[in-house]
T-cell receptor
């Protein structure tokens, strides 16, 4: 149980285009989802927290208009990188949290998406 | 704000030996959770072990155990009988308990190399 998927696993796009990354909780309802960015051999940097049906809360320094997050259902959150530039190239990881007691409010991580902007 | 510090950027261990990864944290809270996550080359984050701050007993999961020193705000991970599959980046993480317990605060990570 507690599986989180991400799609796509890898994406290459041209500068100026927008890219959407999906994060799904497959066998549980995620009341909260998190989006992280990770550079090689570095730690995870939290970008934003989203709760189903409400606006995402962005961390300081993260551009809301650049990184659009939608958490439309209890099993799906999307991150859209708008007008992508080469500096947006990174590894993006989502995680999902349930309020169910069985999982001690754990965060379960997706496998990540490698974004390359040319 | 809480901070998590991992002072060892890289560690090496011989296969079958024991290695300890260090983690210290700073918080003014009394109730919280601490975690060790493993990130292998696939980059999938895997929960290794969890510790509730109100529990004095150190958590163990098979070959993995922690030394939780609440007063010293220290939370080290011991890996016994190291295996090649243990090679990964390890992150220590902190999370507040209760309604504030939303975000994970990660340390910088420690790369563990296992030599055969």
């Amino acid at each position: 149980g507690a599986v989180v998927s991400q799609h796509p696993s890898r994406v290459i796009c041209k500068s100026g285009t927008s890219v959407k990354i999906e994060c799904r909780s497959l066998d549980f309802q995620a009341t909260t989802m998190f989006w992280y960015r990770q550079f090689p051999k570095k730690s995870l940097m939290l970008m934003a927290t989203s709760n189903e049906g409400s606006k995402a809360t962005y961390e300081q320094g993260v551009e809301k208009d650049k990184f659009l997050i939608n958490h439309a259902s209890l099993t799906l959150s999307t991150l859209t990188v708008t007008s992508a530039h080469p500096e947006d190239s990174s590894f993006y990881i989502c995680s999902a949290r349930t309020s169910g007691r069985a999982f001690y409010n754990e965060q379960f991580f997706g496998p990540g998406t490698r974004l390359t902007v040319l | 704000a809480q901070t998590v510090t991992q002072s060892q950027p890289e560690m090496s261990v011989q296969e079958a030996e024991t290695v300890t990864l260090s983690c210290t944290y700073d918080t003014s809270e009394s109730d919280y959770y601490l975690f060790w996550y493993k990130q292998p080359p696939s980059r999938q984050m895997i929960l290794v072990i969890r510790q509730e701050a109100y529990k004095q007993q150190n958590a163990t999961e098979n070959r993995f155990s922690v030394n939780f020193q609440k007063a010293a705000k220290s939370f080290s991970l011991k890996i016994s009988d190291s295996q090649l599959g243990d090679a990964a980046m390890y992150f220590c993480a902190y999370r507040s308990a209760g309604s504030r317990g939303n975000k994970l605060v990660f340390g910088a990570g420690t790369i563990l190399r296992v030599k055969s």
